[in-house]
């Protein structure tokens, strides 16, 4: 196929340019050093008659030489010199002269005024580059990065996205407004301005925007709250003046404004000493910007935080974002059918069960479910399969939760102790009611520095947990350290993740749940800074009688946990080393393996 071809200007001025360079640089002093002589040489022919005509300039001397027999009039050049009695010598032999004034070049002249500012320019242009990506085009700054996609463009629809249940049913009002604003306004309705997507990491909420948009089929508008933020004052509240004008020119469209915190932080926060007061001016212009649309106007502003705690509430007032949609973790359901949409395309084998995989993932985000189908299907390739077989799916679920397995293999000490341990904990797990069944057990150690790891399955999503179960839980975490006590009379630098898990579930018994009958029903935590989770920190109205309790009854829960997984295990302790031996002999063990040895030397199930 034939390009096209056009005339360009840049081209024409381009060869000009060379060309103009090439007669001044090089044609030029060529031809005036092939006809140049000696000063000698040139005084020579002076006295004898020869010279026709000579012009002197601040550089050179020019002289014509006069035609002789065979030869005719040339022009030769020699280099001037500092010769006071020169221009006496030319009077005195009758030869006509002349001076030539002193002239520079055009290049001569440019080049001066130009390499005094090259510098200044690269350091400037390296500069805005660095700073925005913006090159010499110094007046973009105060332009709105967002990147505006068609909603026919997108690609991502509600079938593309699963486990969100309510939050899709509340969207769709949102649809429906963008595809049929006449049936709102025909009922004097008026849509929220403002959608604030709030929830977990993972969980699909940049998804439900982009599909929100691909479901009504408008332009769509996605940017990140730090994009508004730099270095030089005004540039975050200009760029959300010129975001809003842009979107009013596109209405109806959807403003996606991922990780609002980092401009949206309550400005009880940000303005405080030593605060940003950069980062305020820009939420004090998205405020003002967000009360001058109306309510139908056409303009949908969504946004997604991890943390709306810490939201300024002159944002989240109604008004502006008036309608806040929790994004929680998927329940079973959700979680199979996210499952389903991310293996949808794949070959699955025969054996493979989502229904269970669904089930033995409760507390998994979205994204966690999609990072498993990833590493299941690599698996799958990494072992020549055709097919992904539920032994993939185990094996990923396994490198998320604890982490690729090292080769480097243990001394015959350190497995002993790692695999009592482990037993420790899943004996523990076993006999007490309440807790979650053993799924696997491992002694091969993972690139996340655990030396061995107990896994545990949920049968069922959990939304509310007793004191018992709580306290069992505690148990199993410190059955480890309690198999460690009995076998080898003293605790190892294994239990320390166990001791911190333990201590912050205490904590919170404490603190939280007023599951202390010391301390009584009062809850001593203050909000934290994370999302859905609480801390003490902060408090400063607590009396130091007070905070001495706290610590004295956590210690007292930690230390109940660890009696109640002594106590068992020395029960058991024929079962403790005969499970240990096994462990320690094949590495890995399942939940299934445990059962049936348990059952073997007891002839009795645990009470799970």
């Given at each position: 196929?034939?390009?096209?071809?056009?005339?360009?200007?840049?081209?024409?001025?381009l060869?000009?340019?060379?060309?103009?360079?090439?007669?001044?640089?090089?044609?030029?002093?060529?031809?005036?050093?092939?006809?140049?002589?000696?000063?000698?040489v040139?005084?020579?022919?002076?006295?004898?008659?020869?010279?026709?005509?000579?012009?002197?300039?601040?550089?050179?001397?020019?002289?014509?030489?006069?035609?002789?027999?065979?030869?005719?009039?040339?022009?030769?050049?020699?280099v001037?010199?500092?010769?006071?009695?020169?221009?006496?010598?030319?009077?005195?032999?009758?030869?006509?002269?002349?001076?030539?004034p002193?002239?520079?070049?055009?290049?001569?002249?440019?080049?001066?005024?130009?390499?005094?500012?090259?510098?200044?320019?690269?350091?400037?242009?390296?500069?805005?580059?660095?700073?925005?990506?913006?090159?010499?085009?110094?007046?973009?700054?105060?332009?709105?990065?967002?990147?505006e996609?068609?909603?026919?463009?997108?690609?991502?629809?509600?079938?593309?996205?699963?486990?969100?249940?309510?939050?899709?049913?509340?969207?769709?009002e949102?649809?429906?407004?963008?595809?049929?604003?006449?049936?709102?306004?025909?009922?004097?309705?008026?849509?929220?301005?403002?959608?604030?997507?709030?929830?977990?990491?993972?969980?699909?909420?940049?998804?439900?925007?982009?599909?929100?948009?691909?479901e009504?089929?408008?332009?769509?508008?996605?940017?990140?709250?730090?994009?508004?933020?730099?270095?030089?004052v005004?540039?975050?509240?200009?760029?959300?003046?010129?975001?809003?004008?842009?979107?009013?020119?596109?209405?109806?469209?959807?403003?996606?404004?991922?990780?609002?915190?980092?401009?949206?932080?309550?400005?009880?926060?940000?303005?405080?000493?030593?605060?940003?007061?950069?980062?305020?001016?820009?939420?004090?212009?998205?405020?003002?910007?967000?009360?001058?649309?109306?309510?139908?106007?056409?303009?949908?502003?969504?946004?997604?935080?991890?943390?709306?705690?810490?939201?300024?509430?002159?944002?989240?007032?109604?008004?502006?974002?008036d309608?806040?949609?929790?994004v929680?973790?998927?329940?079973?359901?959700?979680?199979?059918e996210?499952?389903?949409?991310?293996?949808?395309?794949?070959?699955?084998?025969?054996?493979?069960?989502?229904?269970?995989?669904?089930?033995?993932?409760?507390?998994?985000?979205?994204?966690?479910?999609?990072?498993?189908?990833?590493?299941?299907?690599?698996?799958?390739?990494?072992?020549?399969?055709?097919?992904?077989?539920?032994?993939?799916?185990?094996?990923?679920?396994?490198?998320v939760?604890?982490?690729?397995?090292?080769?480097?293999?243990?001394?015959?000490?350190?497995?002993?102790?790692?695999?009592?341990?482990?037993?420790?904990?899943?004996?523990?797990?076993?006999?007490?009611?309440?807790?979650?069944?053993?799924?696997?057990?491992?002694?091969?150690?993972?690139?996340?520095?655990?030396?061995?790891?107990?896994?545990?399955?949920?049968?069922?999503?959990?939304?509310?947990?007793?004191?018992?179960?709580?306290?069992?839980?505690?148990?199993?975490?410190?059955?480890?350290r309690?198999?460690?006590?009995?076998?080898?009379?003293?605790?190892?630098?294994?239990?320390?993740?166990?001791?911190?898990?333990?201590?912050?579930?205490?904590?919170?018994?404490?603190?939280?749940?007023?599951?202390?009958?010391?301390?009584?029903?009062?809850r001593?935590?203050?909000?934290?800074?994370?999302?859905?989770?609480?801390?003490?920190?902060?408090?400063?109205?607590?009396?130091?009688a007070?905070?001495?309790?706290?610590?004295?009854?956590?210690?007292?829960?930690?230390?109940?946990?660890?009696e109640?997984?002594?106590?068992?295990?020395?029960?058991?302790?024929?079962?403790?080393?005969?499970?240990?031996?096994?462990?320690?002999?094949?590495e890995?063990?399942?939940?299934?393996?445990?059962?049936?040895?348990?059952?073997?030397?007891?002839?009795?199930?645990?009470?799970q």
């Amino acid at each position: 196929m034939d390009k096209k071809r056009t005339f360009s200007t840049g081209y024409l001025l381009l060869a000009l340019l060379v060309t103009w360079l090439f007669n001044d640089l090089i044609y030029k002093p060529l031809i005036i050093r092939e006809a140049e002589v000696g000063y000698n040489v040139f005084l020579q022919d002076l006295s004898e008659n020869k010279v026709g005509q000579v012009i002197l300039s601040s550089d050179r001397i020019i002289f014509t030489l006069k035609a002789t027999g065979d030869q005719k009039e040339s022009v030769a050049n020699a280099v001037a010199v500092n010769d006071p009695a020169l221009v006496d010598r030319l009077i005195a032999s009758g030869v006509p002269f002349s001076a030539q004034p002193q002239t520079r070049s055009l290049f001569s002249s440019l080049l001066g005024w130009l390499l005094p500012l090259l510098p200044l320019v690269l350091i400037w242009y390296f500069l805005l580059k660095r700073m925005g990506g913006m090159g010499s085009n110094a007046m973009s700054l105060g332009q709105s990065k967002a990147r505006e996609i068609e909603g026919e463009m997108i690609g991502v629809k509600f079938k593309d996205v699963g486990g969100v249940g309510e939050a899709e049913v509340e969207l769709r009002e949102i649809i429906e407004y963008l595809k049929n604003p006449g049936k709102f306004t025909h009922m004097g309705a008026k849509l929220p301005k403002g959608v604030l997507l709030a929830g977990p990491p993972g969980t699909g909420k940049t998804l439900l925007a982009k599909a929100t948009a691909g479901e009504a089929g408008v332009p769509f508008f996605f940017l990140t709250g730090s994009s508004f933020v730099e270095m030089f004052v005004g540039v975050g509240a200009a760029r959300v003046r010129d975001l809003f004008q842009q979107a009013q020119k596109k209405a109806p469209c959807i403003i996606f404004i991922d990780e609002i915190d980092a401009i949206g932080q309550a400005r009880s926060n940000i303005g405080r000493i030593g605060g940003n007061s950069e980062q305020e001016n820009t939420l004090n212009q998205l405020l003002a910007e967000m009360d001058g649309f109306k309510a139908n106007s056409g303009v949908v502003i969504m946004a997604a935080t991890n943390r709306p705690e810490i939201l300024d509430p002159a944002l989240v007032r109604p008004g502006r974002f008036d309608r806040q949609i929790q994004v929680p973790l998927p329940t079973e359901p959700g979680r199979l059918e996210i499952l389903s949409i991310h293996t949808r395309e794949m070959p699955l084998g025969d054996d493979v069960q989502l229904e269970r995989l669904a089930k033995i993932t409760a507390g998994f985000s979205g994204a966690e479910l999609a990072n498993i189908v990833n590493e299941a299907s690599l698996l799958a390739i990494r072992r020549n399969s055709g097919r992904i077989a539920m032994t993939d799916f185990d094996l990923a679920i396994e490198r998320v939760v604890a982490g690729l397995q090292r080769k480097t293999p243990l001394s015959e000490d350190i497995r002993r102790k790692v695999a009592y341990h482990e037993v420790g904990h899943a004996l523990t797990a076993y006999y007490l009611s309440g807790t979650d069944p053993v799924h696997k057990i491992s002694i091969i150690p993972t690139a996340k520095g655990a030396l061995g790891y107990t896994l545990q399955r949920p049968e069922e999503d959990r939304y509310l947990i007793g004191e018992a179960e709580l306290r069992a839980r505690m148990a199993v975490m410190l059955g480890g350290r309690a198999a460690e006590l009995i076998v080898f009379q003293e605790a190892s630098t294994g239990a320390a993740n166990d001791l911190e898990r333990g201590t912050e579930m205490a904590r919170r018994m404490v603190t939280e749940f007023g599951m202390s009958k010391k301390l009584g029903p009062v809850r001593y935590a203050t909000a934290g800074g994370s999302y859905l989770q609480s801390g003490i920190n902060g408090r400063n109205d607590l009396s130091p009688a007070t905070v001495s309790s706290i610590d004295e009854e956590i210690a007292r829960l930690l230390n109940e946990a660890q009696e109640t997984a002594t106590a068992l295990l020395t029960e058991h302790i024929g079962v403790l080393h005969h499970v240990a031996q096994f462990l320690q002999d094949k590495e890995v063990m399942s939940g299934d393996q445990l059962a049936a040895i348990v059952n073997s030397l007891t002839g009795t199930k645990g009470e799970q």
